[in-house]
């Protein structure tokens, strides 16, 4: 699977921005999607992740603490695509945005080493 994050810039406090990641591949469905950022000097941080298309974890969302009532991470495999829509954004959330696909059937993976496939990262930038 190879992933293309795109959707960054500069954005204002307050503002909404969206992100997207496009998968090659014929089996985009069968892999839980997740993003991921890293601002400079810190250590890559979860924000959001979305189940795969079956069993019973079919769509299931969970986010980061920081993010939670703010960003929401939507999928549309019909597009082999992940969406991260972010809404009042704030200053900290300045970070490199990375989108990550992993193949576990039965949980949601929350952390950067369970993910298999990364996507090169797009720039968000939040001014205050």
């Known amino acids: 699977v190879q992933l293309q994050a795109s959707g960054g810039g500069l954005v204002q406090a307050g503002d909404s921005l969206r992100l997207s990641c496009a998968a090659s591949?014929?089996?985009?469905?069968?892999?839980?999607m997740g993003w991921f950022r890293q601002a400079p000097g810190k250590e890559r941080e979860f924000v959001a992740a979305i189940g795969w298309s079956g069993g019973w974890i079919v769509g299931r969302t969970t986010y980061g603490d920081p993010v939670k009532g703010r960003f929401t991470i939507s999928r549309d495999n019909a597009k082999n695509s992940v969406y991260l829509q972010m809404d009042s954004l704030k200053p900290e959330d300045t970070a490199i945005y990375y989108c990550?696909?992993?193949?576990?059937?039965?949980?949601?993976?929350?952390?950067?080493?369970?993910?298999?496939?990364w996507g090169q990262g797009t720039l968000v930038t939040v001014s205050s």
């Open positions: 990550a696909a992993s193949w576990s059937p039965n949980r949601v993976p929350l952390t950067a080493s369970e993910y298999d496939y």
């Open positions: 591949g014929r089996t985009f469905s069968t892999y839980n």
